[in-house]
């Protein structure tokens, strides 16, 4: 609901609730804003103090050490309607990791309108399952690569934010027999999404990015495009001629999912 705006002709207030037992105040004009840690899986919201509604808004930031930009929500109302839009709250869905500069900008009339900034130390740290590759013989937990994103559905999610994509530092080998299918494992989840492919490592000509793929080898991938389905269960044939493998996995557990990336080694036995 929508309460009145404040009979005094002050502008509403702006704040950041969820990430701390007060809410935090956004920063006007030119002032540095103080730090403020946003832990990911929790909810945290932009709202008006009061409950005054905007009628628009636009709500985005950057990261302060790469200066990538994110948007998060935004409405324009050119004709100022207030009938059209009306908002008093917005939930931060996808955070990256890291220093992140988030501006809100609200419109609550023809002529107020007010803008304020925060700076978040966005953190991560949230379970990222295991995944094992099994073959009739041996098993071996895959070694994740960063760049992990969480979702949920009532709380902010967000993404590792990773400027390279270094491989891991030690990637398990699972010995197999020629034509020997290995299958995907992530307990405790539902797998409603995966690929894989296989190449090798070049991190001489690419070391921020050192994985390649050869000779498009793409092994398989399969997505659910229905929530109510079964289970998918990842199975792929490994190539001698791509040894280390790549495999992308979106996982889900009740209302949370989870998607990234880990690597294993194959080792086709005679």
Do not use: K, M
């Amino acid at each position: 609901a929508c309460a009145p705006l404040p009979a005094d002709g002050v502008s509403p207030e702006v704040v950041l609730v969820g990430v701390s037992p007060e809410p935090v105040h956004g920063t006007q004009g030119s002032d540095e804003p103080p730090v403020t840690t946003v832990q990911l899986g929790t909810r945290v919201e932009i709202r008006v103090t009061g409950d005054a509604c905007a009628i628009g808004w636009r709500i985005g930031g950057t990261r302060v050490d790469s200066g990538d930009e994110w948007w998060f929500d935004e409405a324009d109302n050119p004709t100022n309607d207030p009938f059209r839009l009306l908002q008093n709250r917005w939930l931060l869905r996808d955070l990256p990791t890291g220093l992140f500069n988030l501006t809100a900008t609200t419109q609550f009339s023809v002529d107020t309108t007010v803008t304020n900034r925060w700076r978040l130390d966005v953190r991560g740290g949230l379970e990222v399952p295991a995944v094992r590759v099994v073959a009739p013989d041996q098993t071996v937990t895959a070694s994740r690569a960063c760049g992990a994103y969480w979702g949920f559905a009532e709380a902010t999610g967000g993404s590792e934010y990773c400027d390279t994509s270094p491989l891991p530092s030690v990637i398990p080998t699972l010995s197999v027999a020629p034509g020997t299918p290995v299958r995907v494992d992530v307990p405790g989840w539902t797998i409603s999404g995966w690929s894989a492919s296989c190449g090798r490592a070049d991190e001489t000509s690419s070391p921020d990015y050192p994985f390649v793929t050869i000779d498009q080898c793409e092994l398989g991938y399969r997505y659910a495009q229905d929530p109510s389905a079964p289970a998918l269960v990842p199975v792929f044939l490994p190539r001698a001629s791509g040894p280390l493998v790549q495999i992308w996995l979106s996982v889900s557990r009740g209302n949370d999912t989870v998607n990234w990336s880990v690597f294993v080694l194959t080792s086709i036995g005679s």
